[in-house]
């Protein structure tokens, strides 16, 4: 019994690790995509702030490692990835487990809402340089061939770029299932062409030695301070290794990085070094240095391919990340599209998906090239890594209950680490840093304003709530007349009486003989199961109280929802159902105090623009009634 009992659990394992596997390998086109496409600038980049000596090589080879080591091993594949939200990473799903331990009313609270805020906001200034920066060096292979083809890459990659963002309306669904087969071509020949390269001047691997890389900054001072920033690049990927944890999960991440992108990055890094230390003519391009001239053409394809990839990887995880901002409520509600009837993350959305297209393309038209694009780059990336640092804390001490003495020292390493970065790039504001921290700083001014707006509106909705009884016994006395359906209230507050409901019934003196007062909530899980989706009690003869349970990884369906109340045993019917809307006009006044009235006014124009509630939670439209109201905010 024993044997068969070892048996069948080796065989699980078996599956297990085979799964896992399978996921690893899938991961390496999606989670590796942005950091695998480094090496095409980011060792050229660190080369172009000081002479290609042999110090220098070694010095910046072994930094380069060594940031590897340190921030995309340890602090992110070992310790960060543990840092799950059931399950989903990413800074906003950061901040969701946070907030089960801490409610946001408290002062560290709002802190850990503000830095997440701020975190996705950066994120999108990411989102529009890589891909421009991506596609850019891919093509610029095209001016090392010797054959006058410079002028052929800014209107090339510009093409590329159209077509990529043109495409998304299409879904990825089908094309991703070519993403991890091309990255892992990309790879492996990557790792040839490294080690091609070393075997001809092996005495590179010396770089491995950490007092290389001190020595090098000790001895350029100013210059290998500013030459951080360069080597940054390398790193830029690690958030977005996090924040598509929910797609593979940790461990085929890990597998994947350590057996796979990992080695085979540095081996190419170190390629680059010993190329360039073999002839420092190649520091101008390093990376198609190592190809022969006959396979120069086929590389340059497959690093145009291994970009799109990275491009395309980036893209979605913009889109997730709004889908998770609208869900919390950091964003209005916009219009989110599903792709593949079988896979929940694929998703597009428009606007952003336009925006995003638009700054992309404008972004490639000026700055021109990938050397001025990688002044810009990095500065989003590492002003994100120092927040994801401060918000590892809280998890540590809150949510893993480690003392906060041994949370402290763990952080403060990598917060040393992140600072050095931070600083660096901070010298790249005025070559072009400036562009994302813009960005970012609009986008922060739009969720606070957007989360803050959205809180005072409640709070002047629910100034006058009214006890369902009172209001039943008000309505009774009234003459209310019921008659035979099911009317549908949509609040968003768990009151017992919506305003809607009120003014409704005092207008018309008529209501159905079942009303439903649904409220939607989004929780900090990122999915809720369809058999905890429904929560629904009889406050009134006649009146019900429904949550609606979502996590802020799913899109609301108000419908299919309320269909669990039937096969519950209520006698509603949602197919003959009328939800009423209140479509509130918001009219900002100087005499209600809670927000500054630009605030005021920012709010109110996004909630006119935002998405209707009937589009939003998939309401079917010849079943909407809505009513105006204006009130003062």
């Given amino acids: 019994m024993t044997s068969l009992s070892a048996r069948i659990s080796a065989s699980q394992r078996t599956d297990r690790d085979l799964r896992s596997w399978q996921l690893g390998f899938g991961a390496i086109g999606i989670v590796y995509g942005d950091i695998g496409t480094s090496p095409l600038y980011a060792f050229r980049e660190a080369l172009k702030e000081s002479p290609p000596g042999e110090a220098t090589i070694l010095g910046l080879l072994s930094l380069i490692f060594w940031a590897l080591t340190l921030i995309v091993s340890l602090k992110y594949l070992i310790i960060i990835l543990r840092a799950d939200n059931h399950g989903e990473g990413g800074i906003l799903a950061l901040v969701a487990l946070l907030m089960h331990s801490r409610p946001e009313k408290d002062r560290i609270g709002l802190l850990i809402v503000a830095l997440g805020i701020l975190g996705a906001a950066l994120l999108y200034g990411d989102g529009a340089i890589t891909p421009a920066i991506s596609v850019l060096s891919a093509v610029e292979g095209?001016?090392?061939?010797?054959?006058?083809?410079?002028f052929m890459v800014l209107p090339t990659s510009v093409v590329i770029l159209v077509l990529l963002f043109a495409l998304q309306k299409r879904g990825t669904y089908r094309l991703a299932s070519w993403f991890a087969p091309i990255m892992f071509v990309w790879f492996v020949m990557i790792a040839i062409l490294g080690v091609t390269s070393i075997v001809q001047t092996p005495h590179v691997l010396a770089a491995l030695d950490p007092r290389y890389a001190l020595a090098f900054l000790f001895t350029n001072g100013v210059i290998g301070f500013i030459v951080l920033g360069a080597v940054f690049l390398v790193v830029t990927g690690a958030e977005a290794l996090y924040a598509d944890m929910g797609h593979f999960g940790a461990r085929p991440i890990r597998l994947a990085w350590f057996a796979i992108a990992g080695p085979c990055l540095l081996l190419n890094y170190f390629g680059q070094g010993a190329a360039v230390l073999a002839d420092p003519g190649r520091a101008p391009d390093p990376f198609y240095a190592l190809a022969p001239t006959w396979g120069l053409y086929p590389l340059i394809g497959l690093a145009t391919l291994a970009t799109i990839v990275?491009?395309?990887a980036m893209i979605s995880g913009v889109f997730s990340l709004t889908s998770q901002a609208v869900q919390l409520g950091f964003m209005p509600r916009i219009r989110i599209v599903h792709t593949s009837s079988s896979e929940s993350g694929q998703i597009y959305v428009p606007l952003v998906n336009g925006v995003l297209g638009v700054a992309t393309v404008l972004l490639a038209i000026g700055f021109g090239s990938s050397s001025h694009l990688a002044a810009a780059y990095g500065i989003a990336v590492s002003t994100t890594m120092v927040i994801t640092t401060i918000l590892l804390f809280f998890v540590m001490r809150d949510c893993w209950r480690i003392q906060a003495p041994v949370?402290?020292?763990?952080?403060?390493?990598?917060?040393?680490?992140?600072?050095?970065?931070?600083?660096?790039?901070?010298l790249k504001v005025e070559q072009g840093g400036w562009l994302p921290l813009a960005i970012a700083a609009a986008l922060f001014v739009v969720m606070v304003s957007w989360r803050r707006g959205r809180q005072h509106l409640f709070t002047r909705l629910g100034v006058d709530e009214e006890p369902i009884k009172d209001f039943v016994a008000r309505a009774d006395k009234q003459g209310l007349h019921r008659i035979p359906g099911t009317a549908v209230f949509l609040s968003p507050l768990q009151v017992d009486t919506p305003y809607l409901l009120r003014r409704l019934a005092d207008?018309?003196?008529?209501?159905?003989?079942?009303?439903?007062?649904?409220t939607v909530l989004t929780t900090d899980l990122p999915r809720v199961p369809a058999a905890q989706r429904l929560t629904m009690r009889e406050i009134a003869p006649g009146f019900y109280r429904v949550l609606v349970h979502y996590g802020f990884m799913q899109t609301p369906h108000v419908p299919v929802a309320l269909r669990l109340a039937q096969e519950a045993g209520y006698n509603i019917d949602v197919e003959d159902a009328v939800f009423f809307l209140g479509r509130v006009t918001l009219v900002p006044a100087e005499k209600v105090a809670g927000m500054p009235m630009w605030m005021k006014k920012l709010f109110s124009l996004m909630s006119h623009n935002a998405q209707t509630a009937a589009d939003f939670y998939n309401l079917p439209p010849d079943q909407v009634i809505e009513l105006g109201i204006q009130l003062e905010i």
């Fill in 142 to 150: 095209l001016a090392t061939t010797g054959h006058g083809l410079e």
């Fill in 310 to 312: 990275a491009s395309q």
């Fill in 407 to 426: 949370a402290f020292a763990v952080t403060a390493f990598f917060m040393v680490v992140d600072l050095v970065f931070f600083g660096a790039n901070l």
């Fill in 507 to 518: 207008r018309t003196g008529v209501l159905r003989e079942n009303v439903l007062i649904v």
